[in-house]
C-alpha cells in the first residue's frame, strides 16, 4: 500500500465501482468504494491524503453536486470525474470550477491509475505546504514572544513548539530577568489549554504563612483569620496551567504537600476533608541549581525529580550578544506603543556600547534600559551622557541598516578577519557578505580568506 493515500470511489454502478476500485488496488492503493455521494462527505476533510473519482450521473447527489460540496470542504481536494461522452462539457465546465482531471469512458485502468497518481502528488504537496506554513505561523508567534535567531533561541523556541500541546510538566531554568514566565505563558499559549486559566504564583513574594492557603484555599472558619471560603491558586487553575515561580523559596513543609498534588493531581482545602480533582499542568521556574540544593537539603530530592521530566533553559543575554540589535529593536517600538514617543535613531556608539555591556538583569534590564532612551534619558550604562538622545530621527530602514552594519563588523572582529567564519555566523553566503561590506565600508583586520 501506497502510506496513508487513500482513493475514493463513487459509482452508483456497482460492477463498474468494483472494478474501478480493483484496479486501483492493484496499484498498491488504498480505495473506499461507495454507492453515492452521500456516503462519501462524511469521510472528506481538510487533512485528507486522498483523491475522488467520482461518476458524474448519479441519483440523489450526482457528480456535479458532490464536486461543488467538496470543494466547498476543502478546494484543494483532487476529484477526477468519470464520463460519459455526453458528459464532456460539463466535465470541462467542472475543471473551471475546480475539478482536477476528467477521463471519459470507455478507459483502460493504467489511464485511471495515472490519473490518481498525479493527483496524489499534488494532494501530498498541498499538505506538506501547510503543515510547513503552520509550523512556520508559530515559530513567527513564537518569535514575537522570544525574539533572537542565535542558536540557543532556535533550540528553545523548537523545545516549546514540541512541548506546548503536551501535558508534560516542565522546570524553566533561566538567571534573574531572563524571561522564564514568557516561555511559561508561550508553553501555555501555544497549546490546547490556551483558553483555560493561566495562574502565575512567585512563591518568593509570598509570605510563608500565607502561602498554603494561596495555593490550596480555605474553608471558612480554617483559621482565626478565615472569614469566608477561599479557592486556592490550585484549584482555580483547573483545566488550565499553573507557574510557580521562584520554586526554591518555596518552604519545606510546603514542597512535601506540593509533590503529592503533582503526583495525585488533586487537593483537599485547609479545613476540608473533601478531595478536589484537578486538571492541571504544572510549570516551575527557578534561578538556582536544584540539583545542588537538593544534595544539600535545601530542596526535597524527590520533588526536583518529579519536576525535572523536562528542563527548558533560557540563555543569559551576555550569551547571545547577536540577538541585542533585534531585542532593542523589539522593545523600542513596544516601547514607542507605551508612551507614544518615536524611536531614535540606533547609532554605532549606542549598539557598541550594548554590546559590550554584560546585561546582568538580562531581558528586563535591556527593557528598562530601552525605554530610558525611547524617553530622551540615554540608556544610563557606563556612559556618564546620554547617547543618541538628541540624534535626528531616521526612517527604519536607514535605523536596520545601522544595525546590520555593526552586526557584521562585530562578527568580522569576533572571527579574527575570517571571512569564511563571518559568513557561516551570519548564515549568509561568501558573495552576500563582500557586498555587505562593500555597501558599508568595512574591512576585516588581517582578512583570512579561507575555505
Known amino acids: 500500500m501506497i502510506e496513508n493515500a487513500r482513493v475514493l470511489v463513487v459509482d452508483d454502478d456497482d460492477d463498474l465501482r468494483h472494478a474501478l476500485t480493483q484496479s486501483l488496488e492493484l496499484a498498491g492503493y488504498e480505495v473506499s468504494g461507495y454507492s453515492n455521494g452521500q456516503g462519501v462527505l462524511s469521510h472528506i476533510n481538510r487533512g485528507l491524503y486522498g483523491v475522488l473519482v467520482t461518476d458524474i450521473r448519479m441519483p440523489v447527489i450526482d457528480g456535479m453536486e458532490l464536486l461543488s460540496k467538496v470543494l466547498e470542504i476543502d478546494p484543494a481536494i483532487p476529484t477526477i470525474l468519470i464520463t460519459g461522452h455526453g458528459d464532456i462539457s460539463t466535465a470541462v465546465d467542472a475543471m473551471r470550477n475546480g475539478a482536477y482531471d476528467f477521463i471519459e469512458k470507455p478507459f483502460a485502468s493504467e489511464r485511471l491509475v495515472g490519473a490518481v497518481s498525479r493527483a496524489l502528488e499534488k494532494r501530498r504537496l498541498v499538505l506538506e505546504n501547510r503543515t510547513l506554513r503552520e509550523e512556520l505561523s508559530g515559530q513567527e508567534d513564537l518569535g514575537k514572544r522570544l525574539v533572537g535567531r542565535t542558536p540557543s533561541m532556535l533550540k528553545l523556541r523548537s523545545e516549546i513548539s514540541a512541548l506546548a500541546q ?37 512563591c518568593g513574594a509570598i509570605p510563608v504563612e500565607m502561602m498554603e492557603s494561596e495555593l490550596f484555599g480555605h474553608e471558612s472558619g480554617a483559621f482565626t483569620s478565615a472569614n469566608k471560603q477561599r479557592v486556592g491558586k490550585l484549584e482555580y487553575a483547573n483545566g488550565g496551567t499553573i507557574f510557580l515561580d521562584e520554586i526554591e523559596s518555596m518552604p519545606m513543609e510546603l514542597q512535601v504537600k506540593l509533590l503529592r498534588v503533582i503526583e495525585t493531581r488533586s487537593i483537599e482545602r485547609l479545613g476540608s476533608n473533601n478531595i478536589i480533582d484537578l486538571d492541571i499542568r504544572f510549570i516551575a521556574a527557578t534561578k538556582t541549581d536544584l540539583d545542588a540544593a537538593s544534595q544539600r537539603q535545601e530542596f526535597r530530592a524527590d520533588l526536583y525529580y518529579r519536576l525535572n521530566v523536562v528542563t527548558l533553559t533560557i540563555p543569559p543575554v551576555r550569551e547571545r550578544k547577536e540577538d541585542i540589535p533585534a531585542l532593542m529593536h523589539h522593545l523600542a517600538r513596544e516601547a514607542r506603543t507605551r508612551y507614544r514617543r518615536e524611536i531614535p535613531e540606533y547609532t554605532p556608539e549606542l549598539m557598541a556600547e550594548l554590546m559590550s555591556y554584560d546585561w546582568p538583569g538580562n531581558v528586563r534590564e535591556l527593557r528598562n534600559v530601552v525605554d530610558r532612551w525611547v524617553l530622551g534619558l540615554g540608556i544610563g550604562l557606563s556612559s556618564e551622557e546620554p547617547l543618541s538622545t538628541n540624534s535626528a530621527l531616521v526612517d527604519l530602514p536607514t535605523q536596520m541598516a545601522n544595525i546590520e552594519k555593526h552586526l557584521i563588523a562585530t562578527a568580522l572582529s569576533a572571527n579574527n578577519g575570517s571571512i569564511k567564519k563571518t559568513y557561516e555566523q551570519l548564515q549568509i553566503s561568501r558573495k552576500a557578505l563582500y557586498e555587505k561590506m562593500k555597501k558599508y565600508q568595512l574591512q576585516a583586520d588581517n582578512k583570512k580568506e579561507d575555505f
Open 166 to 202: 503536551t501535558d508534560v510538566d516542565v522546570l524553566i531554568w533561566g538567571e534573574t530577568g531572563s524571561g522564564k514566565e514568557v516561555v511559561a505563558r508561550a508553553l501555555h499559549e501555544e497549546g490546547d489549554r490556551k483558553d483555560k486559566p493561566f495562574i502565575a504564583l512567585n
